[in-house]
């Protein structure tokens, strides 16, 4: 794989670690500590926080800023102007102490995050889930779940390949890639989609 490769208007902090492959364009900042993984592409205007964690193969479009405090798993789409926070009271008078800690928020693999989407801290999204354009989302979404609105609320299920199922008695199969998924459903809070025989998830 080819080494990365970073825009001569972007500065990469020392201590940062880029994989090989990956490309950083116009204007982006990567902090001190941050370890974005192998074939990322960061689009114009990416800020990466100190600390942060990117997996291989992640995607962040133009204008997102991933604070201290998130981790991205593989194979991630972030969506241009997706918002991430790391505290839920903020005030400038009186500004939190970075060596607390701040509220840790994870983005499991395959998930996609559509434009503008706000996700605040403390919570989990799914693997392959997909958070829909601008939705505001304020507590875990599950795996393969269909999430839209401000608050984000349950809208569907989708595969892995991102296309919608349309789940009977239980089970789902996927129109396009031909993936086979049960439903279990552990709360209505919890629900998850859960492949099920065929091509796994």
Not at 37 to 65: A, E, F, Y
Not at 102 to 122: H, M
Not at 174 to 193: D, K, L, Q, T
């Amino acid at each position: 794989m080819k080494r990365a490769s970073i825009h001569g208007s972007s500065f990469v902090e020392r201590g940062a670690r880029v994989g090989a492959g990956t490309r950083i364009w116009h204007f982006c900042h990567v902090r001190a500590g941050a370890r974005i993984g192998r074939g990322c592409t960061l689009g114009q205007g990416v800020h990466i926080g100190r600390g942060v964690r990117v997996g291989d193969g992640v995607k962040i479009q133009n204008n997102v800023s991933v604070f201290e405090g998130v981790t991205i798993e593989r194979d991630v789409f972030c969506g241009p102007s997706v918002v991430f926070t790391n505290v839920r009271d903020p005030r400038a008078a009186y500004p939190k102490d970075p060596a607390a800690g701040y509220l840790p928020t994870l983005v499991r693999e395959g998930a996609t995050l559509g434009a503008n989407a706000t996700i605040l801290c403390g919570i989990t999204i799914g693997r392959h889930a997909f958070v829909g354009a601008g939705a505001v989302v304020t507590r875990d979404v599950p795996d393969h779940a269909l999430v839209c609105g401000n608050p984000a609320r349950l809208a569907g299920w989708v595969c892995r390949c991102g296309a919608r199922l349309a789940p009977r008695a239980g089970r789902a199969a996927c129109g396009r890639c031909g993936r086979r998924y049960a439903r279990a459903a552990i709360s209505p809070r919890r629900a998850a989609v859960r492949p099920r025989g065929g091509r796994r998830s």
